[in-house]
């Protein structure tokens, strides 16, 4: 664990203020959660995601998904792509999502490019792809993205279909 050398004192109430600089680089937004953990003298906080739950099972699903539309499949978090299947999954995941899909997650829309089209899909990277995206949504909060994206031409309604399966079990999983 690197020391970023900035000292904050406990007030009276047991807070401590994160400095903008670190929220900002860490992408912590006000009122999101943070986990607390302790290891000895030592507190850590690391961003609560209830996605992180899901793993496993958005990993399996994806690559079910791959395996019967051939086609790059991709689930994020808050911040990351979390799980991914297909041609393009070692570009995507575990890396950062961009503030287009930031933006689209805050805006809850729903996008589908049939034909293909310049998205950003990590920060200041465009590519021209064929895609179709929709929020995970559980009790009105967003919680992710389910992205299908293509190489070529070939989003069918089948794969607009499927995302929104996706996203509505993932949705409905995270719930129960």
Not at 50 to 76: F, Q, R
Not at 101 to 120: C, G
Request: proline residues 2%.
């Amino acid at each position: 664990m690197k020391s970023t050398g900035v000292v904050r004192r406990v007030d009276d109430l047991g807070r401590i203020v994160i400095p903008k600089e670190i929220r900002r680089t860490l992408r912590i937004r006000d009122g999101e959660a943070l986990e607390i953990f302790v290891d000895s003298e030592m507190i850590a906080l690391k961003k609560f995601s209830k996605m992180s739950d899901m793993i496993d099972l958005a990993k399996d699903l994806v690559e079910i998904i791959n395996n019967n539309i051939n086609k790059t499949v991709l689930i994020t978090d808050r911040d990351k792509f979390i799980a991914g299947a297909g041609s393009l999954k070692k570009k995507y995941v575990d890396r950062n999502i961009s503030c287009f899909l930031e933006n689209i997650m805050n805006d809850r829309r729903y996008i589908i490019e049939t034909a293909k089209y310049p998205i950003e899909l990590l920060d200041n990277v465009k590519e021209t792809l064929s895609y179709v995206i929709h929020p995970i949504i559980m009790s009105g909060d967003v919680l992710g993205l389910v992205l299908v994206i293509s190489d070529n031409n070939d989003i069918s309604p089948m794969d607009e279909k499927l995302v929104n399966i996706i996203a509505q079990f993932l949705g409905k999983h995270i719930e129960e």
